[in-house]
């Protein structure tokens, strides 16, 4: 396994302890909230990182183009649901993002039985990128008025980044079997 799958890896790895620290931050306060950011930040830079060196030294491999996308979605979706647990935003938000992601995640398995690999596209890694920022901005303010609207930015390119991937790749869905 080279570098950046182990990177990967190690960011679905701490997306435990992430969740449990976030789950608890009702009751573990700001302390809690404050080691949740620091796994959330600590992964969020695997993710730049993966990336990166797996373009430089030309270490891209299918499980990279798969799992990194999953652990980041994973970490994502898992700082949503614990957030409308904590009532910080409403579920159609966190729900909106997890439609996507399993919407996304068909078209790749439809393109993976045809023998293709999707990477992920530019917009979707901005929608990603404003995820993150917006998760941890939450994470450091706690339950506050302007969380919806913070959140309004990922939804806003989750549903544009879903179109255009569904978009460029609906001859998947025409010539599926």
């Known amino acids: 396994m080279n570098l950046p799958n182990k990177l990967t890896f190690m960011r679905l790895v701490m997306a435990i302890p992430f969740i ?8 573990g306060g700001f302390k809690y909230r404050l080691i949740a950011l620091i796994l959330f930040v600590i992964a969020s830079l695997t993710d730049f990182f993966d990336g990166y060196l797996a373009r430089k030294y030309n270490l891209i491999t299918d499980f990279g183009k798969i799992m990194d ?19 910080y935003i409403p579920s159609w938000m966190s729900i909106v993002v ?9 078209i790749r398995m439809l ?6 690999v999707i990477p992920a596209g530019k917009l979707g890694k901005y929608k990603t990128t404003s995820q993150m920022v917006v998760i941890m901005i939450m994470m450091i303010l706690g ?3 302007y969380n919806f609207y913070m959140m309004l930015v990922p939804v806003i390119l989750t549903l544009w980044s879903g179109i255009e991937y569904t978009t460029k790749s609906k001859h998947y869905f025409i010539n599926s079997r």
């Open 111 to 116: 393109a993976a039985a045809k023998g293709d």
């Open 20 to 27: 449990y620290f976030l789950q608890e931050s009702d009751v």
């Open 98 to 106: 997890i439609a996507r992601e399993f919407l996304i995640s068909g």
């Open 69 to 87: 996308p999953l652990a980041d979605k994973i970490l994502v979706i898992s700082a949503l649901v614990i957030f409308v647990d904590l009532n």
């Open 143 to 145: 339950k506050n008025p």
